[in-house]
C-alpha cells in the first residue's frame, strides 16, 4: 500500500531545475520526495523550484522535509522557491508559520526567475 | 446523520507510515457523515493524519505496533481519540525528524481543542475535539 504520489522533475537549465508533485504527499512517501530533490542537489542544480500545484494533500512531514531542503539548498548557496501551493497548502504554510520563511509563487514561472537570480 | 444521533467508530493501523492514510480516509468519511464544510472534514483529516503520524514517527516500534483511533460523534462535536502504546513524549518537545513539534502545532491549529495525555507507564493520547456546524 502507498500513498498516491507521482514525483517529476524536469531540467530548465543545467543548473535549474522543476520538481514536480501531483497527489499526496504524507509521512510516507516524504522520503521519496527528499531523495528526489537530493539527486538533483548532488547533480549540481542551484535554483530548484518545487511546483505544489498538483499537492491535493500535504501533511507536516512534507513541509518538514522542504524546511529541511531548504536549508540544503542555502548550505550549497542555492535558492528555493515553491509554486502553485493550493489553498490547503497554504492554509497548511499559514498554520505552522512558515509562509514567511519561503519564497512561494503563484505560478513555475515567476518562481523560475526567483531562483534564477 | 442527524445532529440530535450519535454514533462510535473505530480504527485500529499498524503504527507503519503506509497506514496513516488509511486512518485520514476514515477520518474523511466520518467527518462526511456529519454536516461538516468540505474545508472542516479536510482539517480533520488532516489533524488525524497528524496525530498518527505523530505516534509513527515518534514512538518506538518494539514498544508499539498499532495506532488505535476512536471517533465520537455526539450532538454538538465530533470527538477523535489517537491513542498508542508507545513510550510516549513530552508534547512540548516532541523533537524527531521530519516535522518534529510542526504536527502538534497543525492539531492545534485546525481543531477547536486539544488534549494530550502521556502516561507515566508509556501511551500517548491526543484527543481532538471539533465542533459541529450549527444548523
Known amino acids: 500500500m502507498t500513498t498516491q504520489l507521482t514525483v ?10 522543476v520538481l514536480s508533485l501531483m497527489g499526496e504527499v504524507d509521512v510516507a512517501n516524504v522520503p521519496q520526495v527528499r531523495e528526489e530533490a537530493l539527486r538533483l542537489l548532488a547533480a549540481g542544480v542551484k535554483g530548484l523550484v518545487v511546483d505544489l500545484g498538483g499537492v491535493e494533500y500535504m501533511d507536516s512531514s512534507g513541509l518538514g522535509m522542504l524546511v529541511g531542503l531548504q536549508k540544503r539548498m542555502r548550505e550549497a548557496d542555492g535558492k528555493l522557491a515553491l509554486a502553485s501551493p493550493r489553498p490547503r497548502v497554504e492554509r497548511l504554510l499559514d498554520i505552522t ?21 | 446523520m442527524k445532529a440530535t444521533e450519535t454514533a462510535d467508530v473505530e480504527l485500529r493501523i499498524p503504527r507503519r507510515p503506509e ?72 508534547p512540548e518537545r516532541p523533537g524527531g525528524e521530519g516535522g518534529g513539534g510542526l504536527g502538534l502545532d497543525v492539531i492545534r491549529g485546525v481543531m477547536d481543542e486539544v488534549y494530550i495525555e502521556c502516561g507515566e507507564g508509556g501511551g500517548t493520547r491526543v484527543r481532538m475535539v471539533k465542533y459541529r456546524p450549527k444548523g
Open chain 1, 8 to 17: 517529476e522533475s524536469r531540467r530548465e537549465e543545467p543548473n535549474l531545475a
Open chain 1, 97 to 117: 508559520g512558515l509562509a514567511r520563511i519561503f519564497a512561494v509563487y503563484e505560478d513555475v514561472e515567476g518562481a523560475l526567475k526567483e531562483v534564477a537570480g
Open chain 2, 19 to 90: 497506514f496513516v492514510r488509511v486512518a485520514r480516509m476514515a477520518a474523511r468519511a466520518v467527518a462526511a457523515q456529519l454536516d461538516f464544510t468540505y474545508d472542516l472534514i479536510m482539517d480533520i483529516e488532516l489533524a488525524v493524519g497528524e496525530a498518527c503520524t505523530n505516534s509513527v514517527e515518534h514512538v518506538s516500534l518494539e514498544s508499539c505496533r498499532e495506532v488505535f483511533t476512536r471517533f465520537s460523534a455526539e450532538p454538538d462535536r465530533l470527538v477523535i481519540e489517537v491513542i498508542d502504546h508507545g513510550q510516549g513524549f513530552d
